[in-house]
T-cell receptor, first 111, second 120 residues
Framework: KQEVTQIPAALSVPEGENLVLNCSFT??????LQWFRQDPGKGLTSLLL?????REQTSGRLNASLDKSSGRSTLYIAASQPGDSATYLC??????????FGTGTRLKVLA | GAVVSQHPSRVICKSGTSVKIECRSL??????MFWYRQFPKQSLMLMAT?????????EQGVEKDKFLINHASLTLSTLTVTSAHPEDSSFYIC????????????????FGPGTRLTVL
């Protein structure tokens, strides 16, 4: 059974710092891994999607990497801003319609 | 592109009543739609997957007679919470996938803004 864990559970950093969020999964046979942000009381915004054949994806200040052999994905946020404050979730797709969300990382970027 | 809407965004109802939540893909055809539930300070849990024109597939522990899902068209899915009780109070989020990868379950999901249900 796929288990997806995100570390740290919460993170508070000063503005401008580069930071790394981690997502670990137990079953490496995944189709893809997707990163989202969720603002309080709101829905999800898709950030990056990495297919199983890819190693990384980039969008603006965000870079996500995928290492299936070690069961890990990282989301790198460069030059963090207060507007980046949100909960970040990773979603693993493994097998047909097997979607498991990670436990989430609550990020607070201080001005 | 790839916008998904949900209606209503917030609903308060009395115990025992039924509530219908709509999920629409506005600018693409959603061959598959998903319904998630999120309890406070917890991550999202998949409730069910529905393909247009087919019966929904429910995850273990989700009562299909309580959470009725209809996916009658490529742009609309509805979730009806029947005989709602206070423990059904939660944040319900739908997502939609266009099925462009040709491989079931491998496509990007686009999420709606969510519906907060409060049952008194």
């Amino acid at each position: 059974k796929q288990e997806v864990t995100q570390i740290p559970a919460a993170l508070s950093v000063p503005e401008g710092e580069n930071l790394v969020l981690n997502c670990s999964f137990t079953d490496s046979a995944i189709y893809n891994l997707q990163w989202f942000r969720q603002d309080p009381g709101k829905g999800l915004t898709s950030l990056l999607l990495i297919q199983s054949s890819q190693r990384e994806q980039t969008s603006g200040r965000l870079n996500a990497s995928l290492d299936k052999s070690s069961g890990r994905s990282t989301l790198y946020i460069a030059a963090s801003q207060p507007g980046d404050s949100a909960t970040y979730l990773c979603l693993c797709t493994s097998g047909t319609y097997k979607y498991i969300f990670g436990t989430g990382t609550r990020l607070k970027v201080l001005a | 592109g790839a916008v998904v809407s949900q209606h209503p965004s917030r609903v308060i109802c009395k115990s025992g009543t039924s509530v219908k939540i709509e999920c629409r893909s506005l600018d693409f055809q959603a061959t598959t739609m998903f319904w998630y539930r999120q309890f406070p300070k917890q991550s999202l849990m998949l409730m069910a997957t529905s393909n247009e024109g087919s019966k929904a597939t429910y995850e273990q522990g989700v009562e299909k007679d309580k959470f009725l899902i209809n996916h009658a068209s490529l742009t609309l899915s509805t979730l009806t919470v029947t005989s709602a009780h206070p423990e059904d109070s939660s944040f319900y989020i739908c997502s939609a996938s266009g099925g462009t990868s040709g491989r079931a379950g491998a496509d990007t999901q686009y999420f709606g803004p969510g519906t907060r249900l409060t049952v008194l």
